[in-house]
């Protein structure tokens, strides 16, 4: 198992936001939960007329001993993998679970979004659904016909609002359960994953939203897979790992642990966490120059983090198959992405990579100099490299982010990494007349006709 380990970003969280003048929106303490698994039904009964006798059941602890601040007009992301504890932790916030141990204090309104279509009964009209919600959040039902009609707005179901819930698409459930949730103007938003159903245009108009109530004030919890989201909108970020918290701190910085987590086997992750723990000291005293950055996933690497900048990104373009500066293509078109590096240090082997993601953080394409043996040997301090991709755009019409990243090779399965750019470059591409859907945009030869 795993130990419990605080990282490098909690050293650095007090220089990158002064926020300890802010209210305090939610504070949770020691939070425990423990669940009895039982293998066979039966065994219920008899731990039961047991007691403290005997003990029946297995231990599952879903979390253990939690302990974090969230200040008012403040975003944190909550991440880890499936199983960390995430959604229970949140249900704890919410009120909607207890906890083995702890205490939460939640200073304010709080609506939360859970899960999809929660507290709505199907066999409701949208519109009485809006109500009854709206009553469980101690509005009366006065205060909320007067807010009914942006609530109505902001879904945009149109005549669906008066049918019954239980014929709504998973779509029109969260644009309603959205729309009730934060047009209530809460103290403090929690949101499960839920907004991941909607379609970009409604995502972006709840992200946008979610950044008006935080700028109003309002608190807000975000457990989400996108990395991308977190480092968008989300100030810091908790990273869970079985239930325990491996690290709390600036959002860039979280989402590098969490690559090193999701990408690495134990040892390497373990690796990771002592190089930061061990260098937490003279971080304290000095901002990172990378702090913006994030890993770029590759199979057996290890992430730690090196002493001083020994090589950086000075500098990047992105040109069409003629060499012309550009960003937007069409599917099938080659783009050229070039970058300039340069060398601090004398390093033994030079590395260079890029990795392409959607909008929503999902990795489309990576490739590095290492799989086409070309890492440069031996720069020397004071040299420039350049390092050029050319890239065929076998992609379906959509927007696409391009991370940059330079490691020094220590060995075929292992290197460090020296400097990253995250999401630097946007490449769009359009497809005038659709032949496919997706992100990859296969060569494909098509025939329907009669069987001979």
């Known amino acids: 198992m795993l130990s419990k380990t605080l990282t490098v970003a909690d050293a650095t969280d007090a220089k990158t936001e002064p926020m300890a003048h802010l209210e305090v929106a939610i504070a949770v303490r020691n939070i425990t939960k423990c669940y009895e ?31 974090f601040d969230v200040k008012k007009g403040e975003t944190l992301g909550i991440m880890g993998r499936n199983g960390s504890g995430k959604s229970t932790l949140l249900q704890i916030i919410a009120g909607t679970l207890t906890p083995t141990a702890g205490d939460v204090k939640v200073n304010g309104r709080l609506a939360a979004l859970l899960e999809l279509g929660a507290g709505f009964n199907p066999e409701f009209s ?26 109505e707005a902001f879904a945009d179901i149109g005549e669906h609002i008066d049918q019954p819930v239980k014929t709504y698409s998973s779509g029109m459930y969260v644009r309603l359960a959205f729309a009730v949730q934060a047009c209530v103007e809460p103290q403090v938003l929690i949101v499960d994953e839920a907004l991941s159903v909607g379609d970009e245009k409604f995502q972006r108009k709840c992200f946008d939203y979610i950044d008006a109530l935080r700028q109003k004030g309002c ?20 990273l869970l790992h079985k239930g325990e918290m491996h690290g ?11 690559h090193a987590l999701l990408y690495s086997d134990e040892q390497t992750y373990l690796r990771y966490l002592n190089t930061a723990a061990s260098q937490a000291h003279s971080v304290v005293d000095q901002v990172s120059e990378n702090k913006d950055d994030e890993i770029i996933v590759a199979e057996n690497v290890s992430t730690e983090p090196q002493g001083g900048a020994r090589a950086i990104i000075s500098g990047w373009q992105v040109t069409d198959g ?12 080659v783009a050229r992405i070039h970058f300039d590096i340069d060398v601090m240090a004398n390093i033994s082997e030079l590395q260079a990579g890029l990795l392409v993601r959607t909008v929503e953080g999902v990795p489309v394409f990576g490739t590095s100099t290492l799989y086409h043996q070309l890492n440069y040997l031996e720069p020397k301090q004071g040299q420039q ?57 296969l060569p494909t030869k098509v025939n329907l006709q009669l069987k001979e």
Not at 46 to 65: D, S
Not at 126 to 151: C, P, S, W
Not at 323 to 332: M, N, Q, T
Not at 402 to 425: F, G, N
């Open 322 to 333: 003629q060499g012309k500066a550009c960003e937007v293509f069409r599917s099938g078109d």
């Open 248 to 258: 709390m701190g600036p959002a860039k910085e979280m989402v590098d642990q969490y």
């Open 37 to 67: 698994m039982y293998d066979k039904p039966h065994q219920r009964l008899k731990q039961l007329f047991a007691g403290k006798k005997r003990r029946y059941y297995k231990e599952f602890w879903a979390l253990k001993g939690i302990s």
């Open 219 to 238: 608190a807000i919890l975000i457990v989400t897979h996108s990395t991308a989201t977190v480092e968008k909108f989300c100030q810091r970020a908790v």
């Open 385 to 441: 490299l350049q390092a050029s991709f050319e890239l065929d755009l076998m992609l379906c019409e959509g927007t696409y982010f391009v991370t940059l990243a330079i490691a020094e090779a220590i060995s075929h399965a292992d290197m460090a990494y020296l400097d990253r750019k995250t999401d630097i470059i946007i490449l769009k591409v359009s497809e005038p007349r659709a032949v496919s859907h997706g992100i990859a945009s």
């Open 126 to 151: 949208g519109r009485d659904n809006v109500y009854l919600n709206g009553a469980i959040l101690g509005f009366t039902h006065t205060e909320m016909q007067a807010k009914f009609a942006d609530i």
